[in-house]
């Protein structure tokens, strides 16, 4: 397909196509730059700060998490936790990622995080929404989380 301009007024950005991929890139109110990436079904999406994109290339990370604890790895898009079944989760968000643009979904694939929740954390004094920890606590629930370089924020 052709790139299609997309108007809300005035052109705020672009938006590609493959067989498989939407690609859009815009312009914010503020003049940052914004990516969002739709994988036929399934989103990755990393948002801009300072100047930096995001790369995204070909399908998301599903990593299968199954153990009380989990440090998040660069490589990981999505977190298909399935120790919930078991007992509580910890995912720790490492300092070294706390960089704008990162995104990370962590899904309770167990269907179990009303009795087992699933916390997220950082290892460092970053807040997430202003909070030391998020915590997944209804079945089968999932949380989109992005960093603007210094804290976590829930989309």
């Given at each position: 397909m052709a790139d299609v301009e997309i108007s809300t007024a005035g052109?705020?950005?672009?938006?590609?196509?493959?067989d498989s991929i939407l690609?859009?890139?815009?312009?914010?109110?503020?003049g940052e730059k914004l990516k969002r990436v739709i994988f036929s079904g399934?989103?990755?999406e990393y948002l801009n700060g300072a100047g930096g994109w995001g790369a995204l290339s070909g399908d998301p990370t599903?990593?299968?998490?199954?153990?009380?604890?989990?440090?998040?790895?660069?490589?990981?898009?999505?977190?298909?936790?399935?120790?919930?079944?078991t007992g509580e989760c910890t995912v720790?968000?490492?300092?070294?990622?706390?960089?704008?643009?990162?995104?990370?979904?962590?899904?309770?694939?167990?269907?179990?995080?009303n009795t087992n929740a699933i916390t997220i954390v950082t290892e460092g004094s970053q807040l997430i929404?202003?909070?030391?920890?998020?915590?997944?606590?209804?079945?089968?629930?999932?949380v989109t989380i992005y960093?603007?370089?210094?804290?976590?924020?829930?989309?």
């Open positions: 052109a705020l950005g672009t938006a590609t196509s493959s690609t859009v890139d815009a312009t914010g109110a503020t399934d989103e990755g599903i990593t299968t998490v199954n153990a009380a604890t989990y440090s998040l790895l660069t490589t990981d898009n999505i977190l298909h936790v399935t120790y919930a079944a720790t968000w490492p300092t070294a990622q706390i960089v704008s643009g990162r995104l990370i979904r962590v899904k309770d694939a167990a269907g179990n995080s929404d202003g909070q030391a920890n998020y915590e997944l606590t209804a079945d089968y629930n999932s960093c603007d370089g210094s804290n976590l924020f829930v989309v």
